[in-house]
C-alpha cells in the first residue's frame, strides 16, 4: 500500500494503522526505537513537532518505507 502524507496527523495515522496490523502495543514500539511511549502516542496523534530521527526511526521499525518523489504539477 502506498500513501501520500500531507500533514502530521496523516502520518501519525499511517503509523496507527501499520502498528495495529502487526500487532504491537505503542509500548512495543517505543521500546524498539527507544523513547517513551508517549512519543508514539503523540507521533500517531499528528503532534508537529516530532523529530525526523524519530519518525525514521518508527517506520523503520514498522517495515515502512519513505519515499520522496517530485510532485506533479
Known amino acids: 500500500m502506498t500513501s501520500i502524507v500531507s500533514d502530521p ?10 502498528r495495529h496490523e502487526l500487532g ?13 511511549r508517549r512519543v508514539i502516542g503523540d507521533m500517531e496523534r499528528g503532534k508537529p513537532t516530532l523529530q525526523l530521527r524519530i519518525a525514521l ?15 506533479d504539477r
Do not use: M, S, W
Request: charged share 30%; proline share 3%; glycine share 8%.
Open 57 to 71: 526511526a518508527a517506520t523503520r521499525a514498522l517495515g515502512l518505507d519513505i519515499l520522496l518523489a517530485p510532485r
Open 24 to 36: 504491537i502495543t505503542q509500548e512495543e514500539l517505543a521500546d524498539v526505537i527507544g523513547v517513551h
Open 9 to 18: 496527523a496523516d502520518f501519525g495515522l499511517r503509523i496507527r494503522e501499520r
